[in-house]
């Protein structure tokens, strides 16, 4: 559980680091597509930070899970895949990497129905 709020809060400060940074320092030097490929990695990097954390307190919450342990390694998958991706595809021109960005997608969604269903099997109101 603390990996993942650890994982989660260093992804977050990262993402708002690299937005910043697409938004100042890559401005006029990646043209307008490859700078919005940028920014999407930034954002869903931001988003599934926040997940990372979310399923921490959850298990902090809850008993261990292996839905939510899964849930959280999918999701580190997905930021590393989909976002990095994303990001070396703008801005090494590396277009051929963006075969990958749909795995990454891929473990985002499946991360978040295995969280969806660990929830869901815990006991309580």
Known sequence: MKLFMLLGS???GLAVL???FGAHGLKGRLDAHALEV???GV???FYHSLGLILVGLTLAQFLESSLLLW???LFTVGIVLFSG???LVSLLGIRWLGII???GGLAFIVGWILFS???YKTQGS
């Open 10 to 12: 260093v992804g977050a």
């Open 18 to 20: 690299l937005g910043a």
């Open 38 to 40: 940028f920014q999407t």
């Open 43 to 45: 954002q869903y990097q």
């Open 71 to 73: 849930s959280g390694r």
């Open 85 to 87: 991706s994303l990001y």
């Open 101 to 103: 960005t749909p795995f």
């Open 117 to 119: 269903v660990a929830v």
